[in-house]
């Protein structure tokens, strides 16, 4: 397994880092289970994602005229609250905010509470019964760090 480190100043810049990345050093193959099943992924093993200032807009990438953009602003807006909350739509198996939700506040907490030196303030995505979902989560933890008050 390769481990991919990439730093990067802003979202933007993180998203074409790792496009060049996937695009160098991926691995390719065809996908035998899940929702894109029977088409082809090139992605890479493990990816490290550093952002110096995530907060940074625009959070969709800038990219060169006639190339259309990964996603949108709106698009951002409609999946924060997947990504933020329990809130399940219709038809969803799970959505991510339901185990992250109570852990974002709980991380919050711990580094307002505790300080910023632990390598506790580590979120988990799914749980033990998310393996039997037809479709389970892909994302699967969130890891955070402050150093120099960054």
């Avoid at 880092?17 to 996937?22: D, F, I, V």
């Avoid at 996908?31 to 029977?38: D, F, L, Q, V």
């Avoid at 933020?84 to 992250?100: F, S």
Wanted: hydrophobic share 30%.
């Amino acid at each position: 397994m390769k481990i991919s480190v990439i730093e990067a100043r802003d979202l933007s810049e993180a998203w074409f880092r790792c496009l060049c990345q996937t695009l160098m050093e991926g691995y390719e193959y065809q996908i035998e289970r899940g929702s894109y099943a029977g088409q082809r992924r090139k992605e890479l093993d493990f990816v490290v994602v550093q952002v110096r200032y995530p907060g940074t807009r625009p959070l969709v990438p800038d990219v060169p005229q006639g190339v259309p953009p990964p996603s949108t602003m709106d698009y951002i807006e409609e999946y924060l609250p997947y990504l933020m909350t329990a809130h399940r739509r219709e038809g969803e198996q799970y959505t991510y905010g339901q185990y992250l939700e109570t852990q974002i506040a709980e991380v919050i907490k711990m580094y307002k509470e505790d300080g910023y030196n632990t390598n506790q303030a580590f979120m988990a995505v799914g749980d033990e019964r998310s393996i039997f979902l037809s479709d389970p989560p892909c994302l699967r933890a969130v890891d955070t760090r402050i150093r120099d008050n960054k």
